[in-house]
């Protein structure tokens, strides 16, 4: 199921969101640039083993031990604004532009921006413990994003997700609720991530313990939020 839009509007403008997916843009066009012009030194790839997250940089010590704390701990940050692809970036900023704006609704501009990279930088570890001989450089925004996913689920669990869903030659449009659809996405992770354990390092492909570990953590972390405003409420109102 591919979503097209979702009924649920906010009632700020996603400035945080917006500035996101602006950057992921300009960043992916930099390396467009790079393909072009730096293909026979394969500064592309190179440029990928340094700023994407490479498990094994982590869990090998022979390797490790050519790496300082801060190059260790950057590609945790930079890795969530590369891009491999066309397809990669688009699915990845069409769906942050569906469901990130409510989330930051709910949020506020700056919990929202610190959401987003804590839910990134935590996909990227469960990755890495998933993953750990993997030598393949992991990037994309799919970790940080599943965090948005994560939350919408618990904030707006019956809006409505427009989706379309190709059927061999034939393409069917329909509504289904938020918590069937991000449900249904987080089952596919899941089960896609059980049959990838240990192939990852062999042939490489989707990061789909990035996703799973992003969506947990950012449900996680907004029941938490949930709970500590009703709390607060609840506080206010009985003293």
């Known amino acids: 199921m591919i979503p097209i839009r979702d009924n649920n509007p906010s009632s700020k403008i996603p400035y945080v969101t917006y500035s996101i997916i602006g950057i992921n843009i300009f960043i992916f066009i930099l390396e467009l640039i790079m393909r072009k012009h730096f293909v026979a030194g394969d500064q592309l790839g190179n440029f990928f083993l340094q700023f994407g997250i490479v ?25 969530m604004f590369l891009h491999g692809g066309w397809i990669h970036i688009i699915g990845n900023m069409w769906t942050l532009y569906i469901f990130g704006d409510n989330v930051e609704d709910f949020l506020g501009h700056g919990k929202y921006l610190v959401f987003y990279i804590v839910c990134g930088v935590l996909s990227g570890l469960f990755h890495l413990l998933t993953n750990l001989n993997s030598h393949i450089p992991t990037i994309g925004a799919s970790g940080a994003i599943a965090g948005i996913m994560g939350a919408y689920i618990i904030l707006y669990p019956h809006a409505r997700v427009l989706v379309i869903l190709p059927i061999f030659l034939f393409v069917e449009v329909f509504e289904v609720s938020a ?5 249904f996405w987080f089952i596919i992770q899941f089960f896609n991530g059980t049959f990838s354990l240990g192939t990852a390092s062999l042939y490489g492909g989707v990061a789909w313990w990035a996703h799973i570990g992003g969506f947990i953590a950012g449900l ?8 500590y405003h009703l709390s607060k409420k609840t506080h206010r109102y009985t003293r």
Do not use: C, D, V, W
């Not at 996680?220 to 709970?227: N, P």
């Open 55 to 79: 498990p094994t940089r982590y869990s090998n010590r022979e390797i490790a031990q050519h790496y300082i704390f801060i190059e260790q701990l950057i590609p945790f940050f930079t890795s």
């Open 179 to 183: 918590y069937f659809f991000l449900g």
């Open 220 to 227: 996680l972390i907004i029941l938490s939020t949930k709970r």
